[in-house]
């Protein structure tokens, strides 16, 4: 093979198009990989990445992908085209052997400057049906790799792999004595973690403080918020909020007892890789493709959560889905723990490691 060079890239919009890029990149730097990666100039990957020790990151112009009118669609092709020579002038400078993306915006003119310099892409899907970006990417990769078995059928055959949920392992090195002394939480009460997604979600917010009076009868609250939302004129014993939580997130984990979720799928497969009982609560149709409705419906159906969803959510709806959660917590956490993780990151990196000594 020739040096070990290799270029991640995904975000632009959400933490879940990073996950699995921070799961695998570590692995590669341990093995002496030159990582470089290229993301937005000010999109959450950018955050992510930049403190990882070996990486080195690279911003481009992006174009976010649309499925609404806005003015700023008729810019957006400009954008697109100027990160793609971006793009192309860093793949040419770097000559990595492979290119990795987990999808999001700001992968388009990364893909089509990887097909315009002869360089192997592989794809990362994890959610039930492909995003509008990865839809776009596809053809210029090599590969596309699949968290739900179902959702090769949505992709071409020559190019598709299942091959299950990327978990960072360092999920499972959490410390329940760092949990609660982080919190200042304990064990006398069951602990219960609310997620909005890396941006937070309003309506989740609102609902959960409105009936926190009630919430904290039956529960202990951890609430990851998003940015700029945490309230201190809700601060009491037995609540803790954050903006975003990233280092701390496996401790936390380590004494969650039940979650109350968006249904991104990352979030939800590390969430059933842990054996944390949880309530979903997907992104309705009318802000967003649809993919979390369907993630979350595919986990229900499986018996790993239940679901609420958004134009159902009231505080008193929220806590009676919650007291059920609660109350079906160890038939739940039986059916996931029939759930057997494949080696998927070691399945990632020997797909990539493949298509780097095709070149």
Known sequence: ????????????????????????????????????????????????????????YHSISTGKLRRYFSKENFKDPFKVVKGTWQAHRIIGKKKPAVIFSKGGFVSVPVLVAA????????????????????KLAIPFAKKVLATFPETLNYLPEDKAEWIGAVVREELYTGQREKG?????????????????????????????????????????????????????????PGYVQYEYVQEELKDILAITDLVCSRAGANSIFEFLALNKPMLLIPLSRNAS??????????????????????????TETL????????????????????YRSSEAKEKVMEIIKQQATKQ
């Open 180 to 236: 609660f002394k982080l919190t200042g939480l304990n064990s006398t009460k069951n602990v219960l973690l609310i997620m909005g997604g890396s941006a937070g979600s309003q309506k989740i917010n609102q609902a959960i403080r409105a009936g926190l009076d009630q919430l904290l009868e039956e529960f202990q609250v951890i609430h990851i918020c998003g940015k700029d939302n945490v309230d201190e004129s809700y601060a009491q």
């Open 289 to 314: 493709r649809g993919d979390q409705i369907v993630n979350a419906d595919s986990f229900k159906k499986q018996g790993y959560a239940k679901v609420l969803e958004e134009e159902q959510l009231t």
């Open 1 to 56: 093979m020739k040096d070990k060079q290799i270029i991640f890239t995904g975000g632009g919009g959400t933490a879940g198009h990073v996950m699995v890029n921070l799961a695998i990149i570590p692995e590669f730097v341990k093995e002496g990989w030159t990582v470089d990666y290229i993301g937005s100039v000010n999109g959450i990957e950018k955050d992510l990445i930049e403190p990882l020790k070996g990486v080195t």
């Open 319 to 338: 806590r009676k889905a919650l007291q059920q959660l609660k109350k079906d917590k160890l038939q739940i956490k039986d059916k996931m723990n029939q």
């Open 115 to 134: 097909r315009l310099k002869g360089v192997p892409a592989v794809i990362h899907e994890s959610d039930y049906t492909p995003g509008l970006a990865n």
